[in-house]
């Protein structure tokens, strides 16, 4: 049993580290986002002001640093865009953004997130992205929204367990369902979906070989195979470049006490690993 004089010191305490944070943040001048107290993505914005910062800050501050014009000028599509926190910090760099998420749940705080900062460049299509056009069901993992996923059969352990909720989602292919949405200009896609890029970039082809954005996507969840499955695809699109952005550290031993930054790492192949970012761009950084 936890001493109530101990939990209540520790909670006091919280408040005022949560209010100096908060006072951090604000100089950051991010975006202010709704998030799902608990959740990784919404832990992470309470804690540093946005989602992946280390990635999104470095990307666009150096590696993208030379692109940043020709941004403006274009449009960024976001699949798998969750509560919008890539897909907001994108508006800032982008005419507009095309976002694309299959969650409820997320979909709904997404808008709360766009009408709170009064954005008017997000354009937000609640539905997975595939190569062809079906309704799948959809796992909606309640203790980590961003680990919601499509599943073909929803198996027991999923039914049974209280942490997740199954629901129906459409599935779209990109190239169709963006026939009419001014798409002759598109300088970057982001994929994170969970075990779906191969099928989302797949449905993007169209797109993709006419625009060659700069794409970013994760991958590994569903083994090497698929990771390289979705080289091969990139460059049978006219890819010939691939990075992954991985921390470097000066101490390994010492990890959380030692000075740490994202090198960009040229690949020709992935390893059995999950890359949270990986870069594909058909001219050299």
Known sequence: MYNKRIILIFK??????????TIINDQKQYLKYCVIPGDVIGDSIIIDGLYEEDILTQLFSDVFLKNLT?????NAIDVGANIGNHSLFFSKYF????AFEPNPI???ILKANILFNNIDNILLFETGLGDEEKVMSFIINRSNVGNSFFINDPKSMYMNDNHYQITK?????????LIDH???????IKVDCEGFEYQALKGLKKII???KPIIIFETGMNGV???NDIINLLIDMGYNNFYSFDWKYKNKIFILLSKYKRVLKKIDRLQDRIYNVVIASSVEF
Not at 12 to 21: A, C, D, M, P
Not at 95 to 98: E, L, R, Y
């Open 12 to 21: 006091r305490f919280l408040k005022i580290n949560i209010h100096i944070n």
């Open 70 to 74: 020709q941004f403006k000028e274009s």
């Open 95 to 98: 005419k507009k953004v095309i």
């Open 106 to 108: 997320a979909c709904n």
């Open 169 to 177: 989602s459409n599935i779209k292919i990109g190239d169709n369902l």
């Open 182 to 188: 001014n798409t002759d200009n598109v300088g970057l």
């Open 209 to 211: 070989v006419k625009n």
């Open 225 to 227: 195979k698929e990771s």
